[in-house]
């Protein structure tokens, strides 16, 4: 069959493949789909953009593009997280690069006849399951490779999702400067050349990744006895699991860090320039962009690597204890108070390393209280969370800033609100990990209960 080499068996590694050769198949995958990080950038060109009557589209209805992709991101890994158990991880992450690289040619034609319905069906319906698919694909398979340091293995694996906007954003800033200098279609020709791009780049994991032997375990670990009681030695089930109420409190913990964090990288390049009116360019912008994802990868990796010294519920209490007090300090540096956009960058940037952190962390966190069975499939359920967080945070984002310019007050006044409602989201997060405790007994699994999907368990 032409996909045979999609299947599960033929991705097994040979006796003596070195794990640290799977971080770069990752890598691969979510530096492309991390591009959706930096759709901030497109935002502005879209609303300028004018349909045959005239008719231009509202900063609401762009910033519904992202909401739809994120939407669509954690409801197709909720649904095909089981699935991906099944099938291995190559065969999601070719669907992952079809999905993915097909959503920037529909929405590239959606953008050349001024139809927003087709850039909602492109970009955010099928560009949006391409992301679900490649995001989650990854996870389990390096947890089974890093069974000594989970955190460290979701931080290589997620990494690339931050950093995905530092490729992404200058990216499409050259190629859209490059088009319109030539007289063509600026945002419809990029659209198809980045989604030529990612496909190709993204081919390179499909075809790279490899998983490890049944019962393979890392040369001279042996399993510490001795850990928190939060890191159990029992395994739940994916159906069990989300009936808990620590899924519940790790719903709460991912949605209200998430919707915190895309107040900021959703409105990053707009909101530096509003802030700082008159003392920041476009471009200038877009290196905020750049600075953003930056932080947004380290921290992914550095944050889900401390993790495993200081526990994924210590780590979390960083996040929201930290994240509250700088999320209300962050409008403190704007142009008619402190004046420092070293200071506001460098206080977005802090949070936006936890924000990437908490994705890279979560995982762990699911691990340690659900065991490693069906580790994909209940993390993602976890991510309808980050689905429920992308369409809030831009709604209360873009619905406060709109408020705004429709009753002719000055823009760069919405965004103390905005963020001091993002530090109240940081405080609900605190009291939802303070909460977590070990999952009780009656949910584990047992040789009597235990329900094997249609191949392999792992």
């Not at 698919?133 to 694996?157: E, H, M, N, Q």
């Not at 959703?266 to 932080?295: N, R, W, Y």
């Not at 009753?407 to 605190?430: R, S, V």
Request: glycine share 10%.
């Amino acid at each position: 069959m032409f996909l045979s080499f999609l299947d599960r068996d033929r991705s097994v590694a040979k006796p003596g493949y070195s794990r640290w050769l799977v971080p770069p198949a990752a890598l691969a995958i979510h530096l492309s789909i991390g591009q959706v990080y930096s759709f901030s950038v497109f935002k502005n060109p879209l609303l300028a953009l004018h349909g045959p009557n005239g008719a231009a589209w509202s900063l609401e209805q762009v910033g519904f593009i992202f909401s739809i992709a994120i939407a669509f991101l954690g409801i197709s890994a909720a649904i095909f997280g089981a699935w991906l158990e099944r099938v291995g991880p190559r065969r999601a992450m070719f669907y992952a690069a079809i999905c993915f690289g097909a959503g920037f040619y529909i929405a590239s034609f959606g953008a050349s006849i001024h139809s927003l319905a087709l850039i909602y069906l492109g970009y955010g319906v099928v560009g949006g399951i391409g992301l679900g698919l490649g995001y989650i694909s990854p996870v389990s398979t390096l947890i089974k490779w890093f069974p000594d340091r989970p955190g460290l293995a979701t931080g290589l694996a997620i990494m690339g999702f931050g950093g995905g906007a530092m490729i992404g954003g200058p990216l499409a800033n050259q190629l859209m400067a490059h088009f319109k200098a030539a007289g063509q279609p600026a945002i419809p020709y990029t659209l198809v050349v980045m989604g030529t791009l990612y496909f190709i780049f993204m081919m390179f994991g499909v075809f790279t990744i490899r998983i490890p032997e049944k019962d393979w375990k890392p040369e001279g670990w042996v399993p510490s006895e001795k850990h928190s009681a939060l890191i159990s030695s029992h395994n739940v089930a994916v159906t069990q699991a989300w009936r808990t109420p620590q899924f519940c409190l790790l719903w709460i913990i991912l949605f209200t860090n998430v919707t915190a964090g895309i107040g900021i990288l959703e409105q990053a390049a707009p909101m530096i320039q509003d802030l700082f009116k008159g003392h920041i360019t476009a471009v200038a912008a877009v290196g905020f962009v750049g600075i953003l994802s930056i932080f947004n990868m380290v921290g992914r990796f550095v944050w889900a690597s401390l993790s495993d010294f200081i526990g994924r519920k210590g780590t979390y209490f960083v996040f929201f204890t930290l994240g509250a007090l700088l999320y209300f300090f962050l409008p403190l540096t704007r142009l008619d108070h402190l004046n420092s956009i070293s200071l506001f960058v460098l206080t977005a940037a802090v949070l936006i390393s936890m924000y990437g952190g908490g994705f890279a962390t979560i995982p762990a966190y699911l691990k340690d209280l659900f065991g490693g069975y069906n580790v994909s499939a209940i993390h993602g359920r976890l991510l309808t969370a980050w689905s429920a967080a992308g369409i809030i945070g831009p709604l209360i984002v873009n619905g406060i800033l709109d408020h705004y310019i429709v009753n002719k007050l000055p823009k760069e006044q919405a965004y103390p609100l905005i963020l001091h409602i993002m530090a109240t989201l940081m405080l609900i997060g605190f009291l939802a990990n303070l909460l977590v405790r070990p999952v009780a007994e009656k949910y584990w699994l047992t040789d009597k209960n235990i329900v094997v999907p249609d191949g392999p368990a792992h």
